[in-house]
Structure formats: structure tokens, C-alpha cells
């Protein structure tokens, strides 16, 4: 149809998806959820794992900072509980996996075996885990050791959720080409923090966290475009996203599907209202089908 979109062997409805960590099944009791392109979990660990202090949320100017730090009740559980209540949303589930070692994370595809999801989407670069974060690709090395091992372990399409490296976009995601990922995610949210001066204190318990929401997404879109420059499978975009055409935006620069995060806290009806306005806004933008916009970007002149 007009709105879809491919990752590799993985057929989207459409190009719009959940951010992992701001979506849970409780959000199908506040707006349809069965049109997404598909669901993404909050990132899995292999063991349970109580997550970072309280405070863990708090807004700023354009958007907000978050240091969750994966709370997670382990990948058994998961598994065994309907894929934590994702299952039969009636949207394709792309589990997010996290580790703080190679095995952790081969242990989360091993244990998820052949249940049923649609894809992984490997987590390298949460800023908010013990000693100092799980920002793996900053580590290429390290990134590609624990991708491959994914890779030939899952039965299932891989993506990889890259950090917004400033500079080491490009090198991080062709990495991840290499070590055999079907898509990249363009990208975490960027590391920050908010400080009270009243109290001198950081407003978050962890002390910093990620800055995600529309401050973000000029920011994004530079790195999507990046990204997309660099490699020859798609690239999710993912910072700032709110409407219908934010979505064009991401696509026009490189992105072929796009996950949408921080919006959805206060607007939970907004991914289907995005898609419901797709078919307007490829008509308006003189497309046939909304894969035609993707990487169309021309410099002004
Ligand atoms: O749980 C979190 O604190 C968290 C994770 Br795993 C992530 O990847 N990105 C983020 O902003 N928060």
C-alpha cells in the first residue's frame, strides 16, 4: 500500500513506531495501537534488575530528561508474560535488548528463542547505566563483538540503537552494517542534565540523564542524514518527532521508518494520528507511496 515500508525482509504497515521506554501495552487503553507500523518494547535484560533512583523524569524548555535505567524483570518473565503484555497488540513487537556484557546481551536473544516478535533492536547506547552508561559504540570494537554475536544468534531482523555521536555517527553506523545489522536507530537521547538552583541539586536522582523531545531533532535529523550517507540499510529516525511532518522531514533526509518518543507522554494518541495524516501529506508532497520520499533531500540553491 501507499504507507509502507520495508527493514530489510521486515514489511512495515507504515513507517511509524514507539520509541523503546516510552511505550507500554497499558497505552492501548488510550488510543488504538494496532495501526502502528509496529510496537518496541521497553529495553529487556537478561536478569531482573530494580532500575536508577527516583527522581527519574523531569521536564525542561523543548523537551525532557530521563534516567530510567531499565528497570526490567528479566527476559524469562518477559517471555513467558506475553512478551510483558506487547504481545497481541495487533502490531509487529521489536524487542529492545540491553546487556552490561556481550553474554548479557547474547543471553536475552538466546532465552527470547523463537517467540513471537518481528525483531530486535540491539540497545548500545543507553546514557543512563552503571559505570557511566552502556554507550557502547563509542567502543567500535566492543559494539561490533556484541552486534555479530546478535546477529548470528537471533532468527529475526536486527536493528541497532545507536547514540548521537556528533562526530562518530558515520563510523558508528557502518560498523554496524558490517557486523550485519538490517537497520540502524538514529538515535538515543543525547546525554544531559538540569540542576535546581535553589536546592543546588541535579533534579534527576542519577544526577544526568537523556535529553530527548523537540529541542532534540534538529540534532537528529543532522544525524539520520548522516547516518544514512554512511550505509546501505535503513535508518530508523528517532528525536523530536510530533507530527505528520516531522515524519516527512526524517524520511526526506534519509530515514525509512521513524519511532516516536518523547510525544507520546503528553499526547498518546499521537502515532495514530501521524498515520491517519500520512496519506494527505504524500499526496501533497507529489508522492505516489511514502517509501518515494526517503533520502530525496536536496541542498537549497
Ligand atoms: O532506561 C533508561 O534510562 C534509558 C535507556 Br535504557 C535508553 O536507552 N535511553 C534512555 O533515554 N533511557
Known amino acids: 500500500s501507499e504507507l509502507a515500508v520495508e527493514l530489510g525482509d ?37 536478569q531482573s534488575r530494580p532500575g536508577n533512583r527516583t527522581h527519574r523524569i523531569t521536564e525542561v524548555p523543548g523537551g525532557m530528561l530521563n534516567s530510567v535505567g531499565i528497570p526490567s524483570r528479566g527476559t524469562t518473565v518477559f517471555r513467558d508474560s506475553g512478551l510483558g503484555g506487547y504481545a497481541g497488540l495487533g502490531a509487529p513487537v521489536v524487542i529492545s535488548i540491553g546487556g552490561l556484557s556481550a553474554q548479557e546481551y547474547w543471553q536475552v536473544v538466546d532465552e527470547l528463542g523463537a517467540c513471537e516478535h518481528a525483531a530486535v533492536e540491539v540497545n548500545v547506547s543507553c546514557p543512563n547505566l552503571e559505570h557511566g552508561g552502556a554507550t557502547l559504540d563509542t567502543d567500535l570494537d566492543a559494539m561490533t563483538h556484541v552486534v555479530s554475536g546478535v546477529v548470528a544468534r537471533s532468527t529475526k531482523p536486527v536493528l541497532v540503537k545507536l547514540s548521537p555521536q556528533l562526530h562518530g555517527m558515520a563510523a558508528a553506523a557502518r560498523a554496524a552494517q558490517d557486523a550485519g545489522a538490517t537497520a540502524v536507530t538514529v538515535c538515543n537521547s543525547f546525554p544531559a542534565m538540569a540542576v535546581n538552583a ?83 501529506l504524500t499526496e501533497r508532497l507529489g508522492a505516489e507511496r511514502i517509501a518515494d520520499l526517503i533520502g530525496t533531500l536536496t541542498i537549497r540553491s
Do not use: H, Y
Open 198 to 280: 535553589n536546592s543546588r541539586a541535579s533534579e534527576l536522582g542519577n544526577g544526568t540523564g537523556g535529553l530527548s523531545g523537540p529541542s532534540v531533532k534538529p540534532l537528529a535529523l543532522r544525524l539520520v542524514w548522516t547516518a544514512a550517507q554512511a550505509v546501505d540499510i535503513p535508518v530508523v529516525g528517532c528525536g523530536g518527532i510530533g507530527s505528520a511532518d516531522d515524519v516527512a522531514e526524517f524520511l526526506i533526509a534519509g530515514a525509512t521508518a521513524v519511532q516516536v518518543g518523547t510525544a507520546t507522554f503528553a499526547q498518546p494518541d499521537v502515532m495514530p494520528r501521524i498515520i491517519g495524516e500520512l496519506p494527505a
Open 10 to 46: 521486515l514489511e512495515l504497515a507504515n513507517p511509524v513506531m514507539p520509541a523503546s521506554g516510552c511505550f507500554g501495552p497499558e497505552l492501548a487503553e488510550l488510543t488504538p495501537v494496532d495501526t502502528l507500523g509496529a510496537v518496541v518494547t521497553k529495553t529487556v535484560f537478561a
